[in-house]
């Protein structure tokens, strides 16, 4: 069974860092893109951009290029979002989602990771 | 960046009924656009892709339509737990982009 797990809710205080994770199980891992997705309180869906697992070649969303890095570590399976300095905006829900066709087609998804930052 | 108008916002229907969803895209995106549903509280789940695909496990009362700028989204006949919102997303330019959402009630 594919699986995306991700990494518990997180309460931070503006320009502190971050790192928040995605499991991937039941699957070859590296045959896939992983894509970033926000939603903001009671708004709709943002692509924030991709990694491809196999070799770290990302594409950024403009919106978010240079505010968030995105890395992964083969030999766990585990895709990363991360955040150097945190700002109130970023409070929302992130979702990490298996890219299927070249990385466009979001075929699963995780659960999604509660980020909020408040001071 | 490629805009994706939905619409409508919101539409409140009765059980049975036939629902359909719009998708505009600002330039031509062919065939390129996947739906998703997403449930309160819930991760989205992909319904169709490649505009008129059926994802696997997916009810056949779901199907999309259409190429070019204007794209369809359809419930053949509206069950209580399709209430949910529902969103397009194009793939035919980097970077992906959503419809702001289409949120679907039971009268």
Known sequence: EVQLVQSGAEVKKPGESLRI?????????????ISWVRQMPGKGLQWMGRIDSSDSYTNYSPSFQGHVIMSVDKSINTAYL??????ASDTAIY????????GFVFDYWGQGTRVTVSS | D????????S?????????TITCQASQDIRDSLNWYQQKPG???KLLIYGASNLQTGVPSRFSGSGSGTHLTFTISSLQPEDIATYYCQQYAYLPLTFGGG??????
């Open chain 1, 82 to 87: 991360e955040w150097s300095s945190l700002k």
């Open chain 1, 95 to 102: 979702y990490c989602a298996r890219g299927n066709s070249y």
């Open chain 1, 21 to 33: 994770s995605c499991k991937g199980s039941g699957y070859s891992f590296t045959s896939y893109w």
């Open chain 2, 11 to 19: 539409l409140s229907a009765s059980g049975g009924d036939r629902v």
């Open chain 2, 42 to 44: 819930k991760a989205p």
């Open chain 2, 102 to 107: 289409t949120k679907v009630e039971i009268k």
């Open chain 2, 2 to 9: 490629i805009q994706m108008t939905q619409s409508p916002s």
